[in-house]
Nanobody
Framework: QVQLQESGPGLVKPSQTLSLTCAVSGGSITAYPCCWTWIRQPPGKGLEWIGY???????RYSPSLQSRTSISRDTSKNQFTLQLNSVTPEDTAVYYC????????????WGQGTQVTVSS
């Protein structure tokens, strides 16, 4: 019964910061014993893992993105956020939030995704 929903601006200018929020309902992001993730899919390409924040607040990022990525959470609102700095048109993609299952084996819940376009 867990539901995730992404939100944020659909258009970001180059060099600016992309900020997205994933609202979680049906379960606590601090009580679930694994990971809340951000994933993206550029046009015509496969899924790319961005990073996650664990139930205790620890974070991990893709090596290719970690220098300009920050994932955080607001436990009072039961949501977690993505910040991607210094964006370029290559960052244009559909961005998803998802949950990793309790065995750290698969993504058991996904948001519907939100399109973000980087353009001037």
């Amino acid at each position: 019964q867990v539901q995730l929903q992404e939100s944020g601006p659909g258009l970001v200018k180059p060099s600016q910061t992309l900020s997205l929020t994933c609202a979680v309902s049906g379960g606590s992001i601090t009580a679930y014993p694994c990971c809340w993730t951000w994933i993206r899919q550029p046009p015509g390409k496969g899924l790319e893992w961005i990073g996650y924040i664990g139930f205790g607040g620890s974070t991990r990022y893709s090596p290719s993105l970690q220098s300009r990525t920050s994932i955080s959470r607001d436990t009072s609102k039961n949501q977690f956020t993505l910040q991607l700095n210094s964006v370029t048109p290559e960052d244009t993609a559909v961005y998803y939030c998802a949950r990793v299952d309790s065995n750290w084996y698969l993504y058991d819940y996904w948001g519907q995704g939100t399109q973000v376009t980087v353009s001037s």
